[in-house]
């Protein structure tokens, strides 16, 4: 059995690599990167492919190895240059994930420690790190010091981890489900949606609150409908409000939804997943006026903060609350139970395991300091304004509401053609021509173009090189239609 152990250990120590092995896979691997960053300002945002990557399955997992030099190559190949390039300044279409270049070292060091951040015993410096992050959000969005949180994969998490916790904290059982009612607006994020199936509340009568005409959900109907509901034996419990929506960008009124909530006694939740690391700008304060009534917050650091994709948060004030919903001690962690100075991921979440998402967002934050993601996220709010004021000057064009953050939507109305199948052509020829990406949205059965000023890369000469691309697209499209 010795001579056994003795072969096997010779093999299972190729996982352990020394030193002059890991130097030439890091010289490689930063190597591609440089190129990968260095390229940006004249690489594509968008790349149509016939194959769409699949050289990929040429390298299906198999006994022998591969050469690092050939693994980058088919990555550049089968996935940097094929669909949407999320790290192109370009980028103006989905609301992209940032990938500020620290984050990818906080990534590089996490994985290498490997620090299991999901209880305080295990791992307290990064338990501690981790809800210091939560801690200096919670201050952002005026929550008290008792307030808690986690760092989700993103906001679809985060949505059904706020959601969860108000079924609990409402003792809604599932003989009630049927009379617990939940509001939101049509533009509410499709994640609020999958959070109600998920949480086992597809019976849950749901009411989609009218809209004003900024699009925005109308307090003065919210609080119509909770009345009637309660009129009827029904049991509201829910509300969801967002902070800057997917489709526009619009802010419901948060204050005046807020007072409804306190008044009804229901749980008001505010999706900011987009928008509310904007409070990071002062003069959009008075947006934020009642936020920190909300019993919920969602925060998606990869979005206005620019961190890779994977970086979520969900702030919940009333900590009881959040541990009734997820606390279980299992029998073989209960070496953990003395070790309660901080509270442990693990209690306020779905994840039990989970990746120590807080050093790609530490790293940066203490390397940069606020003050650049601060000009950061005010130069795209001017940047969206002057496209928008540019755009519905040029003749032909219609734009939506005024843009309260940084998303606007716009569309080409020819005199002599039908505007939605006009503009379905438009939005391709923009993407087929790759420089920018943009992507298309349906309001009232509307077909509208938008464009999501979000990426820390895109500057003015981005939006001027969008201008461009447009009127020369509408007059090779209107040529041809002719």
């Given at each position: 059995?010795?001579?056994?152990?003795?072969?096997?250990?010779?093999?299972?120590?190729?996982?352990?690599?020394?030193?002059?092995?890991?130097?030439?896979?890091?010289?490689?691997?930063?190597?591609?990167?440089?190129?990968?960053?260095?390229?940006?300002?004249?690489?594509?945002?968008?790349?149509?492919?016939?194959?769409?990557?699949?050289?990929?399955?040429?390298?299906?997992?198999?006994?022998?190895?591969?050469?690092?030099?050939?693994?980058?190559?088919?990555?550049?190949?089968?996935?940097?240059?094929?669909?949407?390039?999320?790290?192109?300044?370009?980028?103006?279409?989905?609301?992209?994930?940032?990938?500020?270049?620290?984050?990818?070292?906080?990534?590089?060091?996490?994985?290498?420690?490997?620090?299991?951040?999901?209880?305080?015993?295990?791992?307290?410096?990064?338990?501690?790190?981790?809800?210091?992050?939560?801690?200096?959000?919670?201050?952002?969005?005026?929550?008290?010091?008792?307030?808690?949180?986690?760092?989700?994969?993103?906001?679809?998490?985060?949505?059904?981890?706020?959601?969860?916790?108000?079924?609990?904290?409402?003792?809604?059982?599932?003989?009630?489900?049927?009379?617990?009612?939940?509001?939101?607006?049509?533009?509410?994020?499709?994640?609020?949606?999958?959070?109600?199936?998920?949480?086992?509340?597809?019976?849950?009568?749901?009411?989609?609150?009218?809209?004003?005409?900024?699009?925005?959900?109308?307090?003065?109907?919210?609080?119509?409908?909770?009345?009637?509901?309660?009129?009827?034996?029904?049991?509201?419990?829910?509300?969801?409000?967002?902070?800057?929506?997917?489709?526009?960008?619009?802010?419901?009124?948060?204050?005046?939804?807020?007072?409804?909530?306190?008044?009804?006694?229901?749980?008001?939740?505010?999706?900011?997943?987009?928008?509310?690391f904007f409070k990071l700008v002062t003069k959009l304060n008075s947006k934020f006026e009642g936020i920190q009534q909300a019993d919920s917050i969602t925060l998606d650091p990869h979005k206005t903060l620019f961190l890779p994709f994977g970086t979520g948060t969900i702030l919940i004030k009333n900590k009881e609350?959040?541990?009734?919903?997820?606390?279980?001690?299992?029998?073989?962690?209960?070496?953990?139970?003395?070790?309660?100075?901080?509270?442990?991921?693990?209690?306020?979440?779905?994840?039990?395991?989970?990746?120590?998402?807080?050093?790609?967002?530490?790293?940066?934050?203490?390397?940069?300091?606020?003050?650049?993601?601060?000009?950061?996220?005010?130069?795209?709010?001017?940047?969206?304004?002057?496209?928008?004021?540019?755009?519905?000057?040029?003749?032909?064009?219609?734009?939506?509401?005024?843009?309260?953050?940084?998303?606007?939507?716009?569309?080409?109305?020819?005199?002599?053609?039908?505007?939605?199948?006009?503009?379905?052509?438009?939005?391709?020829?923009?993407?087929?021509?790759?420089?920018?990406?943009?992507?298309?949205?349906?309001?009232?059965?509307?077909?509208?173009?938008?464009?999501?000023?979000?990426?820390?890369?895109?500057?003015?000469?981005?939006?001027?090189?969008?201008?461009?691309?447009?009127?020369?697209?509408?007059?090779?499209?209107?040529?041809?239609?002719?």
């Open positions: 059995m010795i001579d056994k152990i003795r072969k096997l250990e010779k093999l299972s120590m190729l996982l352990d690599p020394g030193l002059s092995q890991r130097t030439k896979w890091n010289s490689k691997v930063l190597d591609y990167s440089n190129t990968f960053i260095n390229k940006l300002q004249t690489t594509k945002a968008f790349f149509y492919s016939d194959e769409n990557g699949k050289d990929i399955f040429n390298l299906d997992i198999e006994e022998k190895s591969t050469g690092l030099t050939s693994l980058l190559d088919s990555i550049t190949k089968n996935i940097d240059e094929v669909g949407i390039n999320p790290a192109s300044g370009g980028h103006m279409g989905y609301i992209p994930g940032g990938g500020l270049y620290p984050s990818a070292l906080g990534d590089f060091i996490a994985a290498v420690n490997n620090r299991y951040a999901g209880v305080f015993f295990a791992a307290p410096g990064a338990v501690r790190l981790e809800n210091m992050l939560i801690r200096w959000m919670c201050r952002l969005m005026g929550y008290p010091d008792e307030a808690t949180g986690n760092l989700t994969s993103g906001g679809s998490i985060a949505n059904l981890v706020a959601l969860v916790t108000a079924r609990e904290a409402h003792n809604i059982k599932a003989r009630d489900f049927d009379k617990s009612v939940i509001y939101l607006s049509e533009q509410a994020h499709h994640s609020v949606l999958k959070a109600i199936r998920i949480a086992g509340l597809s019976e849950a009568p749901i009411r989609y609150i009218p809209l004003d005409e900024k699009l925005r959900l109308s307090a003065n109907e919210l609080e119509k409908a909770i009345i009637k509901d309660k009129e009827n034996g029904l049991m509201p419990f829910f509300i969801n409000a967002s902070f800057g929506t997917t489709n526009t960008g619009a802010v419901d009124p948060i204050e005046s939804i807020a007072h409804i909530a306190i008044k009804h006694k229901l749980w008001f939740h505010v999706d900011a997943a987009y928008g509310g609350k959040s541990l009734k919903a997820f606390q279980y001690l299992a029998d073989y962690m209960q070496d953990t139970i003395d070790a309660d100075e901080e509270i442990s991921p693990a209690d306020i979440s779905p994840e039990q395991t989970k990746h120590f998402r807080g050093m790609r967002m530490w790293l940066p934050l203490k390397l940069f300091g606020l003050k650049p993601f601060r000009a950061a996220l005010e130069e795209k709010l001017y940047l969206t304004r002057y496209f928008y004021d540019k755009i519905k000057k040029i003749e032909g064009f219609e734009v939506g509401p005024e843009p309260e953050l940084s998303i606007a939507i716009f569309r080409y109305v020819p005199t002599n053609r039908k505007a939605d199948s006009f503009n379905e052509k438009l939005i391709k020829a923009i993407q087929k021509d790759g420089r920018i990406f943009l992507s298309s949205t349906n309001i009232n059965d509307v077909f509208w173009i938008r464009i999501a000023v979000v990426s820390f890369r895109t500057h003015l000469v981005h939006i001027e090189l969008l201008l461009d691309i447009i009127e020369e697209n509408v007059r090779k499209i209107s040529i041809e239609l002719n």
